[in-house]
C-alpha cells in the first residue's frame, strides 16, 4: 500500500455542484493531516489542516477518520475559480509524504 | 509576518551546467527548511531537508547537493547538470517538523 494515495482525476463537476474526494494512508500513527491546494505551475498553498472532530471553512469542509485512515475534502457550491490540483499531505514518523494530487476541473 | 523567497522563476540550462538555487526566509528564527522537486505531472519529493546551519539530511541519492550557509538561507546545487534534473523545484519551511509547510514560489528548471 502507498504511504498516501488520491485518486488522481480528473473530477470534472459542473459550477455549483458538490465535490469530494478522500485520500488513504498507511501509517496509523501519523499525527497531522493538511489538504494543499496546487495550479499549475504554482506553488502548493495551504488550503486547511484537518482535525479529528472534521472542520469547516466557509465551502470546504474536512474530515479525518483515523479507523479506516483516509481524510476527506468536500467542497460545497463549486466555483470556477476551485480548479485545481488538491494534494493530501500526511505527517508522522518524522515525515512529510504528500499525495500525488487529485485534479479538478470546475465546468461553467 | 513571515515570508519566503525563491529564485529564479525560470530557469533553462544546458546539460553538465552548474546550478544555484536559493531560498530565504524572513520573519522567523531557525526553521526547518526544505527542497522539493515535482517532476511533470507527478508528486512532490523530498530532496533535502535541514534543522539547523550545517545540517543537512538528504532523502534520495543524486545529482544535487544542499546547503544551508545561514540560519535563514537554504542553496539548492549541482556541479553537473543532467537532463533527468529538469523539474519544478520548491523550497519550503515550518518551525516544528509535524506542522504545515509554507512553499517559496517555485523554479521551472530545464535542462537542455
Known amino acids: 500500500r502507498k504511504e498516501v494515495e488520491q485518486d488522481p482525476g480528473p473530477f470534472n463537476v459542473p459550477e455549483g455542484a458538490t465535490v469530494a474526494f478522500n485520500c488513504t494512508y498507511s501509517?496509523?500513527?501519523?499525527?497531522?493531516f493538511f489538504w494543499y491546494r496546487q495550479d499549475c505551475r504554482k506553488e502548493p498553498k495551504l488550503l486547511m489542516s484537518?482535525?479529528?472532530s472534521g472542520n469547516e471553512d466557509g465551502r470546504f469542509t474536512a474530515q479525518l477518520n483515523r479507523a479506516s485512515q483516509y481524510i476527506s475534502l468536500l467542497i460545497r457550491d463549486s466555483k470556477l475559480s476551485d480548479s485545481a490540483t488538491y494534494l493530501c499531505?500526511?505527517?508522522?514518523?518524522?515525515?512529510?509524504?504528500f499525495g500525488k494530487g487529485t485534479r479538478l476541473h470546475i465546468l461553467p | 509576518s513571515q515570508t519566503i523567497h525563491q529564485w529564479p522563476a525560470t530557469l533553462v540550462q544546458p546539460v553538465g551546467s552548474p546550478l544555484s538555487l536559493e531560498c530565504t526566509v524572513e520573519?522567523?528564527?531557525?526553521?526547518?527548511l526544505y527542497w522539493y522537486r515535482q517532476a511533470a505531472g507527478r508528486g512532490l519529493q523530498l530532496l533535502f531537508y535541514?534543522?539547523?546551519?550545517?545540517?543537512i539530511s538528504s532523502e534520495v541519492p543524486q545529482n544535487l547537493s544542499a546547503s544551508r550557509p545561514q540560519d535563514r538561507q537554504f542553496i539548492l546545487s549541482s556541479k553537473k547538470l543532467l537532463l533527468s534534473d529538469s523539474g519544478f523545484y520548491l523550497c519550503?519551511?515550518?518551525?516544528?517538523?509535524?506542522?504545515?509547510?509554507?512553499f517559496g514560489s517555485g523554479t521551472q528548471l530545464s535542462v537542455l
Open positions: 520573519g522567523t528564527s531557525n526553521p526547518n
Open positions: 535541514s534543522v539547523g546551519i550545517g545540517q
Open positions: 484537518v482535525y479529528s
Open positions: 519550503a519551511w515550518n518551525l516544528q517538523h509535524n506542522e504545515k509547510l509554507f
Open positions: 501509517n496509523s500513527a501519523s499525527q497531522s
Open positions: 499531505v500526511v505527517n508522522g514518523d518524522d515525515k512529510i509524504i
